[in-house]
């Protein structure tokens, strides 16, 4: 395994609540990225992150937003949940970008929103 | 516009026989290619990847082939196994760069 904790496994929310997602590494990596997963549309990035405190957005950030305040944590935040962001959520992390590195992906998050 | 493109859902084969996993893609600029393989309520798990100098990469059963050319690559998995059963993604990046563009992956089943 990578060293990748994603919580909660599962979580049932209403429309408008705030939610936040957690993903843990124990392997001192650089890069971080939060995926969601959706029937037809495969993995998408929301954000990623290259390094504390440094992230970007990916091609479907509208409505997240993420924060990384050290190495090992990387946090999604809905600031008011949607139907529409219902989703499998899924945590990868990355040593760098020279060379050949694949992405390692935790377990994921089943998010409903209801 | 989807940049990595997995134009079957699904494919089943009989234990034993070959599998072929197809993938497009539509940016020159990609030079690295990664697959993934996913089992319901588990993570995608790194499968093999081959970078664009490269035409062939081979990891036991698993061989990836590249055709820089027609944009395409191709997962082969010989002699295919009932364990092999699961989704199949496929994604590109360049290799100094940030982020990764996947598929929208290929459910395999292999009849026993």
């Known amino acids: 395994d990578a060293g990748i904790t994603q919580s909660p496994r599962h979580k049932v929310t209403e429309t408008g609540t705030p939610v936040t997602l957690r993903c843990h590494q124990t392997e001192n990596h650089r890069y971080m990225y939060w995926y969601r997963q959706d029937p037809g549309h495969g993995l998408r990035l929301i954000h990623y992150?290259?390094?504390?405190?440094?992230?970007d957005k990916g091609e479907v950030s509208d409505g997240y937003s993420v924060s990384r305040s050290k190495t090992e944590d990387f946090l999604l935040t809905l600031e008011s949940a949607t139907s529409s962001q219902t989703s499998v959520y899924f945590c990868?992390?990355?040593?760098?970008?020279?060379?050949?590195?694949?992405?390692?992906f935790g377990d994921g998050t089943r998010l409903s929103i209801l | 516009d989807q940049q990595v493109k997995q134009n079957s859902p699904s494919l089943s084969v009989q234990e034993g026989r070959i599998s072929i996993l197809n993938c497009d893609y539509t940016?020159?600029?990609?030079?690295?290619f990664l697959w993934y393989k996913k089992y319901p309520a588990e993570g995608p798990t790194f499968l093999i990847s081959?970078?664009?100098?490269?035409d062939k990469n081979e990891d036991g059963r698993f061989t990836v082939f590249l055709n820089k050319s027609a944009k395409h690559l191709s997962l082969h998995i010989v002699p295919s196994q009932p364990g092999d059963s699961a989704v199949y993604f496929c994604?590109?990046?360049?290799?100094?760069?940030?982020?990764?563009?996947f598929g929208t992956g290929t459910s395999l089943t292999v009849i026993p």
């Open positions: 990868a992390i990355r040593s760098g970008t020279g060379g050949n590195q694949p992405q390692h």
């Open positions: 992150s290259y390094g504390v405190k440094d992230t």
């Open positions: 940016n020159s600029m990609f030079d690295y």
């Open positions: 994604a590109a990046s360049y290799v100094t760069g940030n982020q990764f563009y």
């Open positions: 081959i970078s664009s100098i490269k």
